[in-house]
Nanobody
Framework: QVQLVESGGGLVQPGGSLRLSCAAS????????MSWARQAPGEGLEWVSE????????YYTDSVKGRFTISRDNAKNTVYLQMNSLKPEDTAVYYC?????WGKGTLVTVSS
């Protein structure tokens, strides 16, 4: 049974940082790419970032390039999203996904 469990969200001031984690189980983690997406209040789902199975290739939506970094630890079956220079418009529920499976999300609130 595939499970994706996000953690690390919270309240942070503009300009601050957070690191999100997504612990995966129930599949061969090292064989699949992983993605992060987010949904801001009242908005649709937005793809944020993706990393390939080895961690050698990463992709980002334009609005987070240079501020967010996706990484993975295949030994720990975990994918991360390091978020720096956070802005109020980054406020959203962040989800990790793979193969069409989704976690329940973790809320990130950027506010002073």
């Amino acid at each position: 049974q595939v499970q994706l469990v996000e953690s690390g969200g919270g309240l942070v001031q503009p300009g601050g940082s957070l690191r999100l984690s997504c612990a995966a189980s129930g599949f061969t983690f090292s064989s699949f790419s992983m993605s992060w997406a987010r949904q801001a209040p009242g908005e649709g789902l937005e793809w944020v970032s993706e990393i390939d199975s080895t961690g050698g290739r990463t992709y980002y939506t334009d609005s987070v390039k240079g501020r967010f970094t996706i990484s993975r630890d295949n030994a720990k079956n975990t994918v991360y999203l390091q978020m720096n220079s956070l802005k109020p418009e980054d406020t959203a529920v962040y989800y990790c996904s793979s193969m069409g499976y989704w976690g329940k999300g973790t809320l990130v609130t950027v506010s002073s």
